[in-house]
T-cell receptor, first 113, second 113 residues
């Protein structure tokens, strides 16, 4: 199993600013995933972060807008840059151990005003 | 790549009745099929999973069935209770998705008292 600590749990930000979300895992994992989720809606994968390489972004998401760091096997950050109200959402980090259970952070509820 | 479709998007059942949520997948190489429950404001958590070498798995009031030929799997909840109200997500993973989970769109289950 894996325990993920994600912070901040929520934030209200001014448009045009950036927010960095952190995830710390209690064990070493190869891949970490960043999702966006509107309340009650599906999980939309933003990118996959591997330690030691560039993150892989899904269609519709770009590195300039959502830069990701993965400095070691237990930590990752996602930055939401130059925010607009459309970026208001819940952001979740996740890990899964190759074809087994996925574990999620508690989520970051972002509101951009 | 793998594609997972989930139906219905919303399901309302009377307390005590059964609920069934269905998912179909496209990649015959997928071999792992988990179900997650996400309560309001909380992170998704695994409730049951099944691998392609079995057709059914039960855990108290919940069960999952898998039809590999038809490429669909279903979640069954019997004797529903108010605490079953949540959003449920199915997912699929296997060699075709590089063992990364591909998520369904989610089903909002409402248990009516």
């Amino acid at each position: 199993s894996a325990v993920i600590s994600q912070k901040p749990s929520r934030d209200i930000c001014q448009r045009g600013t950036s927010l960095t979300i952190q995830c710390q895992v209690d064990s070493q994992v190869t891949m970490m995933f960043w999702y966006r989720q509107q309340p009650g809606q599906s999980l939309t994968l933003i990118a996959t972060a591997n330690q030691g390489s560039e993150a892989t972004y899904e269609s519709g998401f770009v590195i300039d807008k959502f830069p990701i760091s993965r400095p070691n096997l237990t930590f990752s950050t996602l930055t939401v840059s130059n925010m607009s109200p459309e970026d208001s959402s819940i952001y979740l980090c996740s890990v899964d151990i190759r074809n087994t259970e996925a574990f999620f952070g508690q989520g970051t509820r972002l509101t951009v005003v | 790549g793998e594609n997972v479709e989930q139906h219905p998007s919303t399901l309302s059942v009377q307390e005590g009745d059964s609920a069934v949520i269905k998912c179909t997948y496209s990649d015959s190489a997928s071999n792992y099929f988990p179900w997650y429950k996400q309560e309001l404001g909380k992170r998704p958590q695994l409730i049951i999973d099944i691998r392609s070498n079995v057709g059914e798995k039960k855990d108290q009031r919940i069960a999952v069935t898998l039809n590999k030929t038809a490429k669909h799997f279903s979640l069954h909840i019997t004797e529903t209770q108010p605490e079953d109200s949540a959003v449920y997500f199915c997912a699929a993973a296997g060699r075709g998705s590089n063992y990364q989970l591909i998520w369904g769109a989610g089903t909002k289950l409402i248990i009516k008292p």
